[in-house]
């Protein structure tokens, strides 16, 4: 079923790595127009040299924290891709004030525009630092979660349906530790890492669009899709990175790694869910479906009852499926 055939797509921070890889995939269903909407004009430059053979798609200057501008791009539009936030957690814990005017404010924002236009449907990108957050960045996307589904129950006749998914670390998007691992060992022959031990929550870009666009496809109204997510243990990641970056670049020097400790607002590992979700979580065969306490369950409704497993305690990705993705995804 082609959901965006001649339809109308905004999508929000589609200069950044999943928003890139989410327009590759959907302008290949035939959208009559896909709305790139972000703030960095050089990211947008570089996108429209890459994108130039197709002629459907728009780039638009803006800042979700101006609710005008959002209106204006949001005219006509059927489906919104809320993408754009502050996600880099040592620049939110310095500039929390910041974080709340994009993260929180910018969400509503969003929320109050999709439904003077009318969209059809708006889904939301949180992450699972929203889960018991012990920093600023993830106590703005559990907000900005609650005011999504917080929207379905205050939206009285408008038909716009919102919905968010859960995700984790994205592989290769900018400021993560796979480009930063990289040019480290490109730079100085040395890895600086916080913890070795850590462990978190990973996918592909491909593996986050895929999961995005089927819980739009399932989303009825203020449900949180929380994606089942493979783990990976830091120091295999950085095994593999020295492995295949070396390889890659013929180093022969050996790399150091240098243990730094935990950055302000960090955790040694995330959680997909709590165990108040997991209770009333309904288990679907690539995610869990969350509904919104005040939004009235489905007849069929069962809960799954899952039990709540803490990371360290499951399995972790072996050192060769990472080596897979990485060159798949060509992030080294």
């Known amino acids: 079923m082609n959901l965006y055939q001649n339809k109308s797509i905004l999508i929000l921070g589609g200069t950044g790595t999943i928003g890139k890889k989410l327009l590759s995939v959907l302008i290949e269903y035939q959208p009559k127009v896909i709305r790139i909407f972000s703030r960095d004009e050089y990211k947008q430059f570089e996108l429209q040299q890459e994108m130039a053979n197709f002629d459907n798609i728009r780039y638009l200057i803006g800042d979700i924290r101006d609710e005008k501008r959002l209106l204006m791009a949001m005219e006509n539009i059927d489906y919104v891709f809320h993408l754009a936030a502050m996600k880099h957690v040592s620049a939110c814990e310095y500039n929390p004030f910041e974080a709340v005017q994009t993260n929180i404010t910018g969400t ?23 889960i018991s957050p012990t920093n600023v960045y993830g106590a703005t996307k559990l907000t900005a979660e609650r005011l999504m589904s917080a929207a379905e129950n205050q939206k009285g006749s408008k038909r716009t349906i919102f919905s968010s998914v ?16 990289k040019q ?15 462990i978190r929550y990973m996918m592909t870009p491909t593996q986050a669009v ?7 496809q399932l989303a009825k109204g203020g449900e949180v899709f929380v994606l089942k997510m493979p783990i990976v243990k830091l120091n295999d990641l950085v095994q593999v990175m020295i492995d295949l970056v070396t390889k890659k670049y013929h180093i022969k020097e050996e790399i150091k790694i240098r243990e730094i400790g935990i950055r302000p607002g960090e955790k040694r590992y995330e959680e997909l869910m709590t165990e108040d979700e997991a209770k009333v979580a309904t288990e679907l065969e690539h995610m869990y479906m969350l509904y919104p306490s005040l939004h009235a369950k489905p007849l069929s409704f069962k809960p799954a009852m899952i039990k709540v497993t803490q990371p360290f305690e499951q399995p972790t990705i072996e ?8 060159k798949e995804e060509k992030l080294i």
């Open 184 to 198: 480290q060992i490109l730079d100085k022959q040395m890895l600086t890492v916080t913890d070795l031990n850590m």
């Open 210 to 216: 895929e999961l995005i666009l089927q819980a739009n």
């Open 108 to 130: 509503q924002n969003v929320i109050q525009t999709a439904l003077r236009a009318g969209v059809e449907k708006v889904i939301f990108t949180s992450t699972d630092k929203a």
């Open 166 to 181: 859960r995700f984790g670390n994205v592989m290769g998007s900018r400021g993560s530790v796979i480009p930063l691992f």
């Open 319 to 326: 050192q060769e499926t990472l080596r897979t993705w990485l």
